[in-house]
């Protein structure tokens, strides 16, 4: 029902051009599809910008009360799917490399502008929200003129400056979430890495006092703790080094484009990998010391094994989803078809 309803909204809007374009002047033109095109900017209605321009060429033009165009329109309300008509766009798409505005911002001052609240809010955290801004500025920095960058608009402020001004807060509240989650984080890498060490030096079952070797080190639950504990040292005392390093860190602008939730990603995935490896040695101590004479409880060992480890997954799961599609997959701009535009 969505896709049809879609496509009978798009035929529409089709008609509307088509009504408009034969029983207008084409002088009012204007009137019909300002108002809509820039409207449908703002929400990121690409299908909608395209088939206007498709029949209404001139609505490219189309700029609101504060002489904005579309294109600059599209980077102050952070519009990709829009944005990335640019991809589509013919030579056309070269005045806006040197495009400035009535006080003289050029496309990327406007980039640098801090985004509005209804497209930061969605971004869960305030590390990737001055993440995503900071892919913004690079992106429009790559596509306007290389001059562009030290131009100065009327209040004399580079592109750079005014980013560093207008996210000056967004920086601080991501430094201080960083801060937060690395500390949480530390705390228990830090108590696995103090267990694991423990276990490793008081093995299940003691050790032969002749020889020093352990009573069960022949056993192939034996092998599978000895592993588990050593992943699980060396994991836990990976992601305790990574966490401690971010709470060190300068948290400069730059940083949280890729170095921090670099380090912040690394510092997960270790961390739960040597918390899995903890409850599997311990699910292999269990079996070593009472599996001989109840067999039985190699079963329930392993149901209850899966509980933290599942329960880790499914409440961070999210959060390093979130890191690693907006640090290494997640391309937001690009082009997105083969079909011309303007």
């Not at 766009?89 to 001052?109: A, F, Q, R, W």
Request: charged share 15%.
């Amino acid at each position: 029902m969505g896709a049809k309803m879609h496509n009978n909204a798009i035929k529409l809007l089709k008609s509307t051009c088509i009504y408009i374009k034969e029983s207008v002047d084409a002088e009012s033109y204007a009137y019909y599809y300002n108002n809509a095109v820039l409207e449908a900017t703002r929400e990121n209605a690409y299908e909608v910008v395209e088939t206007i321009v498709s029949y209404l060429p001139n609505a490219i033009w189309s700029t609101n009360e504060d002489g904005h165009n579309i294109i600059q329109y599209v980077v102050i309300n952070r519009s990709e799917m829009v944005y990335n008509l640019l991809y589509q766009m013919s030579e056309h798409k070269n005045v806006y490399k040197t495009i400035v505005d009535p006080l003289g911002n050029n496309l990327l001052h406007l980039a640098a502008r801090l985004a509005p609240p209804e497209k930061l809010n969605p971004i869960s955290g305030a590390a990737l929200q001055i993440q995503r801004e900071l892919q913004w500025f690079k992106e429009v920095e790559r596509f306007v003129c290389s001059l562009n960058t030290i131009q100065k608009n009327h209040l004399g402020e580079t592109p750079q400056m005014l980013f560093t001004k207008q996210h000056k807060e967004l920086v601080t509240d991501g430094e201080k979430w960083m801060k937060t989650t690395a500390e949480s984080y530390t705390i228990t890498s830090a108590l696995i890495t103090t267990i694991v060490f423990a276990a490793a030096i008081t093995v299940p079952g003691g050790s032969n006092q002749d020889s020093g070797i352990p009573v069960f080190s022949k056993k192939i639950a034996f092998t599978i703790f000895a592993i588990s504990d050593a992943i699980s040292l060396f994991t836990s005392v990976t992601s305790l080094l990574m966490f401690l390093s971010i709470l060190t860190a300068r948290f400069a602008e730059q940083d949280f484009l890729y170095k921090l939730p670099t380090k912040l990603i690394i510092s997960l995935i270790t961390l739960f990998i040597s918390t899995t490896a903890m409850i599997v040695a311990f699910g292999a101590t269990l079996y070593l010391v009472f599996g001989k004479s109840h067999s039985w409880i190699l079963a329930p060992i392993a149901v209850l094994t899966c509980l933290p480890v599942s329960s880790f997954v499914f409440l961070q799961y999210p959060l390093i989803r979130d890191l690693v599609m907006s640090t290494y997959f997640r391309r937001i701009f690009g082009k997105k078809s083969n079909k011309s535009f303007y």
